[in-house]
């Protein structure tokens, strides 16, 4: 309809030079009846020229910045948005089934499909209910109810009995049974109880108990019956075999990791890193290519079951001669050198877990009010700390000694003697012996005292010293008495053969069967 912009107009421009572009068919094409006013035309062929002018889709790589560029840049965001406007959602559409589906037939589906239980799932080629199923009235309880129960941290036998449906009187004389033979005291949490509960006589009454049976100690498994006259007990012992563990291998890189690659468990290895660290240095006294050795308490049942106890031996080889030989001997469970000796410290030991408030020397009394001397040390700890003996010694005094309140004096020998001030209970008596480390009272504030703490004083020839210029050795050593038996139980720990333990119990089907005999055999001797 228009000439482009780029052909040079001809004549002297205007609307003449505009009118002399149409072409032949436009002149001569006849004028609709309906033809727009002139006016509207006009304004129509402006608005076309003027949108032909503005180049709306640019080349974007090219004039980068321009008036053209943006406007390029309008243009395409533009479409986007247009296009993002007509963009569908992802919500499902509802549709209806291939095939028109009744209740019978949505059933039967549901009863064939897999499907959480809290949904309603089964399995099975099972019919789905119908109006044709009527429901029960009453259907017959079954004869037996078979249960188990566990018992939980501080809970009593009987309650766990009656919280699986046991009555109350049953449940009490089944304890009392069971407290015969074992102390309740030493059922372990989480022991299951096996529980068959009878028939009852009527729907409102509890079910009556008709058996227990459960695991009462490692050895020991008990079953409690109804027989016509009451309740009968079955202890039926079970097999224990009490040889220690020991195991035997070469240190490597990490003697933690050659003990776990031998088989050690956990808590023995600790034990083991534990006592050699009180009795040699670790870093130097433990090379690769030495032979660690430990003996472990250890328990195995006929039943296949086994449990690991403690810590019995602990020793260390190198080239064949033993560097350490511990044994765990007392009712403390103390190790000492194959010599009967036990771990030397040396220096200042501490009484009690806390840090010095006062030193030796005089000072002002906080309660008197005055200075004098200050004949100890006092540290200051929690209220009910235990304090230990800073050695081996013998109970001089123990009670209440005026300003000291409850005070306790050892005698160490060699005329060395301690006294423990203050206390609010005191856990030794006069004249009794104790050994370095026991606990012989705790922290209070007794007497002349302004808050809980223990003063601590150290006697040389009857004279109180300074605490802090004295080092005591503690040696540890097996009484005399008992040196050959503790001997002849080092002795038969290190007989223990490594790996004897591990060996189960159970007896095998297969062993079984070669006892009694293969059937061929029987018939071939025949």
């Not at 030493?186 to 509890?206: E, H």
């Not at 006929?302 to 030989?325: D, N, W």
């Not at 104790?434 to 809980?452: D, H, K, M, N």
Request: proline letters at 6%; aromatic letters at 8%; glycine letters at 12%.
């Amino acid at each position: 309809m228009f000439k482009p912009r780029e052909v040079p107009e001809s004549g002297h421009g205007g609307p003449p030079a505009e009118a002399a572009a149409l072409t032949h068919a436009l002149i001569h094409s006849p004028e609709p009846e309906t033809a727009w006013p002139a006016r509207i035309i006009a304004l129509r062929d402006d608005w076309l020229y003027r949108l032909q002018s503005y180049d709306l889709a640019p080349d974007l790589a090219e004039d980068i910045g321009s008036r053209r560029w943006f406007r390029g840049l309008g243009t395409m965001l533009g479409l986007a948005l247009c296009a993002l406007s007509f963009w569908p959602d992802f919500t499902a559409i509802t549709a209806p089934p291939a095939m028109p589906l009744d209740a019978r037939q949505r059933d039967e589906f549901r009863s064939q499909t897999i499907a959480p239980l809290a949904l309603g799932g089964d399995s099975g080629a099972r019919m789905g209910l119908s109006a044709l199923v009527v429901p029960l009235q009453s259907a017959p309880e079954r004869a037996l109810v078979q249960v188990t129960a566990t018992l939980g941290q501080g809970d009593s036998f009987a309650h766990v009995l009656q919280r699986a449906g046991v009555s109350a009187g049953d449940a009490a004389r089944v304890e009392g049974m069971v407290a015969g033979v074992v102390p309740l005291g030493d059922l372990l949490p989480g022991t299951q109880v096996d529980i068959t509960l009878g028939r009852r006589d009527a729907a409102a009454q509890g079910r009556p108990l008709e058996r227990i049976a459960f695991r009462a100690r490692f050895d020991l498994n008990l079953a409690i019956e109804r027989a016509p006259g009451g309740f009968v007990m079955k202890p039926r012992p079970i097999a224990v075999d009490t040889t220690p563990l020991r195991i035997r291998g070469t240190v490597g890189t990490s003697l933690y990791r050659s003990a776990r690659a031998a088989g050690a468990p956990i808590e023995a290895i600790q034990q083991y890193l534990q006592v050699l660290d009180q009795h040699l240095s670790l870093d130097s006294a433990v090379e690769p290519g030495d032979t660690f050795d430990m003996v472990v308490a250890y328990k195995r049942s006929g039943s296949g079951e086994a449990q690991v106890g403690e810590l019995l031996y602990a020793g260390v080889e190198r080239g064949g001669r033993a560097q350490a030989q511990l044994l765990r001997w007392g009712s403390d469970g103390q190790f000492f050198e194959a010599s009967g000796m036990g771990a030397q410290r040396t220096g200042l030991i501490m009484p009690v877990v806390g840090r010095i408030t006062s030193s030796y020397g005089a000072r002002r009394h906080p309660i008197l009010g005055y200075t004098r001397m200050h004949a100890g040390i006092d540290f200051g700890a929690a209220y009910g700390s235990p304090i230990y003996a800073v050695g081996d010694g013998v109970v001089a005094l123990a009670g209440w000694h005026g300003g000291h309140g409850n005070y306790v004096r050892l005698e160490h020998g060699g005329g060395f003697a301690t006294g423990y001030a203050h206390m609010s209970r005191i856990a030794v008596g006069a004249g009794g012996r104790v050994r370095a480390g026991q606990v012989i009272g705790y922290v209070g504030s007794t007497g002349l005292s302004t808050g809980p703490h223990l003063h601590y004083e150290l006697y040389r020839g009857g004279a109180t010293v300074n605490p802090l210029s004295v080092r005591f050795t503690v040696n540890n050593q097996v009484d005399q008495k008992e040196l050959a038996a503790f001997k002849a139980r080092l002795a038969t720990l290190k007989s223990v053969q490594p790996g004897a333990a591990l060996v189960s119990l159970a007896p095998r089907q297969a062993t079984i069967a070669m006892a009694s005999g293969r059937e061929i055999d029987k018939l071939g001797s025949d």
